[in-house]
């Protein structure tokens, strides 16, 4: 059974950084076809992706946060680390991480429940 | 990468068909035939419908239906039923290992 669970900070102030974590089970962050993204969503609004990690470790960023944002994982311990620098109240959002399957054309099929960051002092 | 484009709500009655539009452009849905949808009801994370722009995942009905024409993708809902009621967005491979979502829309069952 596949599962991805977010977890961190509920709260962060304005110019923090944000770190989120991304433990996954059922599949292994070695396989080769698979990967993992962070997606989020501000309240209301629509998804938008931030970032990808491939098997190998090979990373691509949202072009327009790239400067902000760094994706790593840690194979032994089946998790996706994200963190986002000098955090704003634009960037309050939910934020999902998603398995992104590579067995063809890329497509997220398992998502995370998604946590709540609220940006505020 | 700009967000493509869909209308922001639709509806229809219970049996009734429904199309949702996606447009991108010729840099993302129009270069490739990776265009996917996801269903999202209130408070629930996202879930895959269709994925490599018309085949459904195991379990989703073959009531929803994908196509593509030029920067145009589409996502089609017949026999309408009130759990379809639900926000829809595509999102499209922009290479690199890139993707862009769209922003989104509101299917209200009436």
């Known amino acids: 059974q596949v599962t991805l669970k977010e977890s961190g900070p509920v709260l962060v102030k304005p110019t923090e950084t944000l770190t989120l974590t991304c433990t996954v089970s059922g599949f292994s962050l070695s396989n080769a076809r698979m990967g993992v993204s962070w997606i989020r969503q501000p309240p209301g609004k629509a998804l938008e992706w931030l970032a990808h990690?491939?098997?190998?470790?090979?990373?691509s960023y949202s072009t327009s946060l790239k400067s902000r944002l760094t994706i790593s994982k840690d194979t032994s311990k089946s998790q996706v680390v994200l963190t986002m620098t000098n955090m704003d109240p634009v960037d309050t959002a939910t934020y999902y991480c998603?398995?992104?399957?590579?067995?063809?054309?890329?497509?997220?099929?398992?998502w995370g429940q998604g946590t709540l960051v609220t940006v505020s002092s | 990468q700009s967000a493509l484009t869909q209308p922001a709500s639709v509806s229809g009655s219970p049996g009734q068909s429904i199309t949702i539009s996606c447009t991108g452009t010729?840099?993302?849905?129009?270069?490739?035939?990776?265009v996917s949808w996801y269903q999202q009801h209130p408070g629930k994370a996202p879930k895959l419908m269709i994925y490599e722009g018309s085949k459904r995942p195991s379990g989703v009905s073959n009531r929803f239906s994908g196509s593509k024409s030029g920067n145009t993708a589409s996502l089609t809902i017949s026999g309408l039923q009130a759990e379809d009621e639900a926000d829809y967005y595509c999102?499209?491979?922009?290479?690199?290992?890139?993707?862009?979502f769209g922003g989104g829309t509101k299917l209200t069952v009436l």
């Open positions: 999102c499209s491979y922009a290479g690199s290992s890139t993707f862009v």
């Open positions: 998603a398995r992104t399957l590579w067995f063809g054309p890329p497509y997220f099929d398992y």
């Open positions: 990690i491939f098997s190998n470790d090979e990373k």
């Open positions: 010729s840099s993302d849905v129009g270069s490739y035939n990776l």
